[in-house]
């Protein structure tokens, strides 16, 4: 298997060129789950960049991005592979009323083959030769037994479809698995690939990931915007801010011309990182905001 980075320096480097601030643990990590052919879990809550860390990733290899996003009730025809049912059952029709093209008559009984089999996100990204990052995303939130579709998948990068046989890697992808933690993962998944714990970076780092994805705002502003967002960050609400949403609030500001985050500002764009009514009359609150 070819490596995407050569040093963990590289991989930062080429990770800030997309516009992702990372620091040595990340792309120490990164480094590693490349170097050894390892697939990275990345945990942490919600909207501290684990989704944008895999996307960086392909980014800055010029790799095609594959996402798997889980869900409660995902199962194996969703996740790896299934048959085109309706494409199979107008064939066998055709074939039996004689009306099909030359040698379909040939191949009427043999509707397991490519033509009919349709790819879902695991196979797809199995199956490519190109450098590819295969993005399983919000694993916690899939039922168990995906677990142990993912460990046989994950264990030898192989999957066995019975009409067709064996299907092994031929370049292994490079694989993030994300984790909100909402339930813990198995061990057996976890020993198969390398943690990785993200949690809402510094205010110092958030300063500078605002200057990197916001051009033109001033440093005062993105200063003030983030120690606004780390303020409501410790109160006790539903959904923190994110880090996308401490950039969407610069933007914001900037689109409206503010210069200033003083409270008017904070009360007419609180909507912006605050998506719950509940959350932003507990910041109103406790931020001694007026009374919107």
């Known amino acids: 298997m070819s490596a995407l980075f050569g040093s963990p320096a590289d991989v930062g480097a080429r990770l800030a060129e997309t516009g992702y601030l990372a620091d040595e643990a990340i792309t120490t990590t990164v480094f590693l789950a490349d170097a050894l052919g390892k697939p990275l879990l990345v945990e942490g809550p919600a909207g501290v960049g684990k989704t944008e860390l895999a996307k960086a990733v392909a980014a800055?290899?010029?790799?095609?991005?594959?996402?798997?996003?889980?869900?409660?009730?995902?199962?194996?025809?969703?996740?790896?592979?299934?048959?085109n049912y309706k494409k199979q059952l107008l064939r066998i029709q055709a074939a039996s009323a004689g009306t099909g093209e030359q040698g379909w008559?040939?191949?009427?009984?043999?509707?397991?083959?490519?033509?009919?089999?349709?790819?879902?996100?695991?196979?797809?990204?199995?199956?490519?030769?190109?450098?590819?990052?295969?993005?399983?995303?919000?694993?916690?939130?899939a039922d168990i037994e995906v677990e142990g579709l993912l460990l046989e998948v994950l264990s030898d990068f192989q999957v066995t479809i019975p009409e067709l046989g064996t299907v092994t890697a031929v370049r292994r992808p490079f694989v993030v698995l994300t984790s909100n933690a909402a339930r813990e993962l198995s061990e057996a998944l976890k020993r198969r690939c390398l943690y990785?714990?993200?949690?809402?970076?510094?205010?110092e780092r958030e300063r500078e990931i605002v200057l990197?994805?916001?051009?033109?705002?001033?440093?005062?502003?993105?200063?003030?915007?983030?120690?606004?967002?780390?303020?409501?960050?410790?109160?006790?609400?539903?959904?923190?801010?994110?880090?996308?949403?401490?950039?969407?609030?610069?933007?914001?500001?900037?689109?409206?011309?503010?210069?200033?985050?003083?409270?008017?500002?904070?009360?007419?764009?609180?909507g912006v990182v605050?998506?719950?009514?509940?959350?932003?009359t507990r910041a109103v609150k406790e931020l001694g905001l007026p009374d919107r």
């Open 60 to 83: 800055a290899t010029g790799a095609e991005l594959v996402r798997l996003q889980c869900y409660e009730g995902l199962d194996e025809p969703r996740a790896l592979y299934e048959w």
């Open 196 to 203: 990785l714990h993200l949690d809402y970076p510094a205010p």
């Open 274 to 280: 605050l998506k719950h009514v509940s959350d932003q």
């Open 212 to 270: 990197a994805r916001v051009p033109g705002i001033e440093a005062a502003l993105a200063e003030r915007i983030v120690d606004t967002v780390g303020t409501l960050r410790g109160l006790e609400i539903k959904k923190a801010p994110s880090i996308a949403e401490t950039i969407d609030w610069a933007h914001t500001l900037l689109a409206l011309g503010v210069t200033e985050l003083d409270e008017a500002a904070v009360g007419r764009t609180l």
């Open 105 to 141: 008559d040939s191949l009427q009984t043999d509707i397991f083959t490519e033509e009919f089999l349709l790819e879902r996100p695991l196979l797809a990204a199995i199956r490519r030769a190109e450098p590819t990052v295969l993005l399983i995303d919000e694993t916690d939130k």
